[in-house]
């Protein structure tokens, strides 16, 4: 099984900082991975796929690079409804996720 | 723009089954291939299978081979979703989702149902 490690587990920051996600493979996922946004109480929402795309509807302060192994969300300025956990899944080797990261206000 | 609506909370007992409904709005239902992932409490996503509408075809992930069933009624737009055996490690929101583009298995989600809540408790 291809296990997703995110990191940090948690990341505190403010509203207009930039937020760097990074996920890790334990192998090679060539660009087949995906971002999704998860809010309490809701469903979770295709933000990024084939690493570098953006899903319809996504803003442009989302964007998702890497290759291989390593992968990055970057969220360019953070607004007010960014805050939410994120979970990146590859779809290489079978369906996996990871184990998320919770974006907080600081 | 889709909309997926599943089938309201359910409360089970050990050894029970359960099934899951998601409804698609719009005419394309039979296009696009239909996961089902579930989520336990406080945990991380996890991936149960697909049907494809159009035929039918299911495939599962492999620790749910001989435990769930994935069908669907074409005429109203609807794939369903059975659990069998249940235990106390099935209490999860269910999630449907559909595959991003037709006719293509990408394994990319968009967009999700709602969630359903099956509760396993004796």
């Known amino acids: 099984e291809t296990v997703l490690t995110q990191s940090p587990a948690t990341l505190s920051l403010s509203p207009g900082e930039r937020a760097t996600l990074s996920c890790r493979a334990s192998?090679?996922?060539?660009?087949?991975l995906a971002w999704y946004q998860q809010k309490p109480g809701q469903a979770p929402r295709l933000l990024i796929y084939?690493?570098?795309n953006r899903a319809t509807g996504i803003p442009a302060r989302f964007s998702g690079s890497g290759s291989g192994t390593d992968f990055t969300l970057t969220i360019s300025s953070l607004e007010p409804e960014d805050f939410a956990v994120y979970y990146c899944?590859?779809?290489?080797?079978?369906?996996?996720f990871g184990q998320g990261t919770r974006l907080e206000i600081k | 723009q889709v909309q997926l609506l599943q089938s309201g909370a359910e409360l089970k007992k050990p050894g029970a089954s359960v099934k899951v409904s998601c409804k698609a709005s719009?005419?394309?239902?039979?296009?696009?291939?239909m996961h089902w992932l579930r989520q336990a409490p406080g945990q991380g996503l996890e991936w149960m299978g697909w049907i494809y509408p159009k035929s039918g075809g299911t495939n599962y992930a492999q620790r749910f081979q001989g435990k769930v069933t994935m069908t669907r009624d074409t005429s109203i737009s609807t794939v369903y979703m059975e659990l069998s055996r249940l235990t106390s490690d099935d209490t999860a929101i269910y999630y449907c989702?559909?595959?991003?583009?037709?006719?293509?298995?990408?394994?990319?989600?968009?967009?999700w149902g709602q969630g359903t809540l099956v509760t396993v408790s004796s």
């Open positions: 899944q590859q779809r290489s080797h079978w369906i996996t």
């Open positions: 084939d690493a570098s």
């Open positions: 192998q090679s996922l060539s660009s087949y």
């Open positions: 989702a559909r595959d991003l583009y037709p006719w293509k298995l990408l394994h990319w989600f968009d967009p």
């Open positions: 719009g005419n394309t239902f039979s296009d696009y291939y």
